[in-house]
């Protein structure tokens, strides 16, 4: 699983999701890519699903590349905890996610294969996405 290997802090406030991603919102890398189209937190079980899903379906032909990665920490108070008595015990690391914002890219596989493969994984993660592909014009 993703999760940073030293932080300053070990726990952070939730903060606020608004507005459109001004940057990592274009293909840097590969020709196609899954791109978001609403804001959300992608857990580090479903960036790692996706990923699985697509080197599964292309059979690690071509290249894939992560443009995601979860820096937050999330806390989670055990059920039946009383309210009060300070924050909980970190349970996991989340990456926040803007609309417009591209996750996975991949190149050196036929469209069809990347477009069915960015399909299975789109399904994997918690955030409406689109598949998109770079211009050849």
Excluded at 54 to 79: D, E, S
Excluded at 85 to 94: N, P, Q
Excluded at 98 to 126: C, D, F, N, T, Y
Aim: aromatic content about 8%; charged content about 25%; hydrophobic content about 35%.
């Amino acid at each position: 699983m993703l999760q940073p290997a030293r932080r300053k802090y070990r726990k952070e406030f939730r903060g606020t999701m608004s507005g459109v991603a001004t940057r990592s919102n274009a293909l840097s890398y590969g020709d196609f890519g899954i791109k978001t189209q609403e804001c959300g937190w992608l857990s580090a079980a479903e960036i790692e699903s996706a990923r699985r899903t697509i080197t599964h379906h292309t059979k690690r032909v071509g290249k894939f590349f992560l443009r995601v990665f979860p820096h937050k920490p999330i806390t989670n108070k055990v059920a039946g905890a009383r309210m009060g008595s300070g924050k909980a015990d970190i349970s996991g690391y989340v990456a926040v996610v803007k609309p417009g914002q591209i996750l996975m890219e991949i190149s050196g596989v036929p469209r069809e294969v990347a477009a069915e493969a960015i399909r299975l994984a789109g399904h994997k993660l918690s955030v409406k996405t689109k598949f998109i592909e770079k211009d050849n014009g």
